[in-house]
């Protein structure tokens, strides 16, 4: 097992700022700070985008439905920011046409301003196609006016929607299309975001894996969550980016804050060939009666569904109930009457918990998706900074604006913006026809295209440096094409994977679309074995603890 980080981190037991979370907001504020110059440290108890991060719809967008929270910062920021992950991430972030089926044209006139000004549930009122017009006109003026790389959005009527749609619903009215964007791959994305930021700085530190017990007087003691071993660490600036854990994090500080109130968004997974068709390949937005949304939508050759929107107790793990599913399969009978969907088709649930500020009597879905920062002073010289909310898409953005409040408490300015900057695998990566058959004809001789295809998916333009590790003779594995032995050896030298279930999750999507087999999970944890130094003891404890992961928070049950 690589753990170079860790030991960097023991070497060197102190940083001017310690991040304590490796989801997308921490890791993307460690990126900002190394950036600077800054002497950064980050830690995180699971493994990177373990948690809410790696929960999410996939979804890149403004959202459009925070207009009607009258969030209109939040909204500009937000489709800013998504326009430029289609620019410095395209390996990951793509362009998701957007259709919302429309069954009324005046619906919800009156209503929405009544929600919008107290921001109650009450009862819940369609939106016609004269509300949601309005709202797409504003939403794609905050868009931009000139220089788009997404179209402006359209309306059909009746006829139109159905041949572009057949399987929908007959009573549809209208349908209105926009494009928003979707994350393929938020795990790979999140690695590549830290390893921008280790790149950055030779001071920079991050390990996954440990935890932060307890700071007294300004020290912070680590623990290694694989080892159970301790050690402390000193920081001028500690951020808690524990997302909807903030609080539970500062209670074991002995600060009693109660700042969040996160709900529960689950979702469920598809290999359904008939749904994948009739969505045309797009996402279908939909509002149920309830006043939640669902989001029917193609992803990596399956078709994701969600979400819903549940208060949660955050001592208790967030998992995708019958009682979900079943609201799940109402909903696509709503949209797609004539297709029906079983269990048997579900290859993956998902569940996580939605970082939201505490919100008392607020309905959830009109809680804030915008973030804010509390500052909590430990000693003299030491500062807590807790990252309160915060969503997928405007990670870049939060993360000079929480940088920047530790930058000012450490009298540092900012050298370097990362507007614009390319994250990882997305720096000249080929972004039409023309340019994607000249990268693999430049290659041709070192890999199959199948290979290749599948290396450019999972690490962008950084597949040449696995191909350069890996060499010309891998040997694929029996029960994968899709990896080899020489790029399991390759994860764990380069990207810290520390369990198994690391592979199948967050190194790779083969969980989420189902491709995880039991003779699989034995496979390659006999080919981590060495490399991760685990005895046969711990080899048979790790496919253990996958099966009952990928069982209890997954529904994947593998006989």
Not at 28 to 49: K, N
Not at 351 to 360: A, E, I, K, Q, T
Request: charged fraction near 25%.
């Amino acid at each position: 097992m690589n753990r170079d980080q860790l030991e960097q981190l023991r070497a060197r037991p102190k940083a001017r700022v310690l991040v304590v979370g490796g989801g997308i907001n921490g890791v993307a504020t460690f990126r900002y700070l190394a950036m600077q110059g800054i002497d950064v440290a980050l830690v995180e108890r699971g493994d990177y985008c373990q948690g809410a991060s790696g929960a999410s719809s996939h979804m890149i967008h403004g959202g459009i439905r925070y207009l009607e929270n009258g969030e209109f910062r939040l909204v500009h920021e937000s489709v800013q920011e998504r326009n430029s992950l289609l620019e410095i991430a395209p390996h990951y972030v793509k362009p998701l046409q957007t259709t919302i089926p429309i069954f009324s044209t005046f619906s919800g006139m009156l209503s929405a301003p009544m929600r919008f000004l107290t921001h109650k549930s009450g009862k819940p009122t369609e939106r016609g196609a004269a509300l949601i017009k309005a709202g797409l006109i504003m939403y794609d003026v905050f868009a931009g006016i000139g220089g788009r790389n997404t179209p402006w959005h359209n309306f059909k009527g009746t006829k139109a929607a159905r041949k572009d749609l057949p399987e929908l619903r007959e009573d549809v009215k209208y349908t209105a299309t926009y494009f928003d964007a979707s994350v393929h791959n938020p795990e790979r994305l999140t690695l590549d975001v830290l390893r921008d930021g280790l790149g950055a700085s030779d001071q920079a530190r991050a390990s996954n894996y440990v935890e932060l017990t307890t700071v007294t007087d300004g020290t912070a003691t680590l623990r290694d969550v694989l080892t159970g071993e301790q050690f402390d660490f000193e920081a001028e600036v500690i951020i808690n980016a524990t997302g909807a854990w903030v609080d539970l994090t500062n209670a074991e500080l002995g600060k009693n804050t109660k700042w969040t109130g996160g709900t529960k968004g689950s979702h469920i997974v598809l290999d359904h060939p008939e749904l994948l068709a009739a969505t045309g390949g797009r996402e279908i937005f939909f509002e149920n009666e309830d006043g939640r949304i669902v989001l029917i939508y193609p992803m990596l050759g399956r078709v994701l569904v969600g979400t819903t929107d549940l208060e949660h107790d955050m001592r208790e793990p967030a998992v995708c109930t019958d009682e979900e599913v079943a609201y799940f399969f109402d909903l696509i009978g709503q949209v797609f009457p004539r297709i029906s969907v079983s269990e048997e088709q579900i290859v993956y649930k998902f569940s996580g918990v939605r970082p939201l500020p505490n919100h008392d009597d607020t309905a959830p879905g009109f809680v804030s998706r915008d973030y804010q920062v509390k500052e909590t002073r430990l000693t003299d010289s030491t500062m807590m900074l807790s990252l309160i909310g915060g969503k997928w898409t405007t990670f870049r953005a939060l993360a000079e604006n929480l940088g920047g409040k530790a930058l000012a408490f450490l009298g540092e300015s900012e050298k370097h913006s990362t507007q614009g900057v390319a994250i990882g695998g997305g720096k000249n990566f080929p972004t039409n026809e023309g340019q994607l058959a000249a990268w693999y004809a430049a290659r041709e001789d070192r890999a199959p295209h199948a290979r290749l295809r599948v290396l450019l998916e999972r690490y962008g333009t950084g597949a040449d440096r696995v191909l350069a590790e890996v060499g010309e003779h891998e040997e694929l594995l029996t029960h994968s094409s899709e990896l080899s032995v020489q790029e399991l050896s390759y994860l764990v030298a380069h990207e810290q994977v520390g369990r198994l279930i690391d592979v199948f999750i967050r190194r790779t999507n083969l969980a989420f679309r189902g491709l995880v087999t039991k003779d699989l999970v034995t496979e390659v944890a006999s080919h981590l074995a060495e490399p991760m130094g685990w005895d046969q003891t711990q080899t048979a404890a790790e496919i253990d603890h996958s099966l009952s992961v990928l069982a209890e928070s997954h529904g994947v049950i593998l006989a």
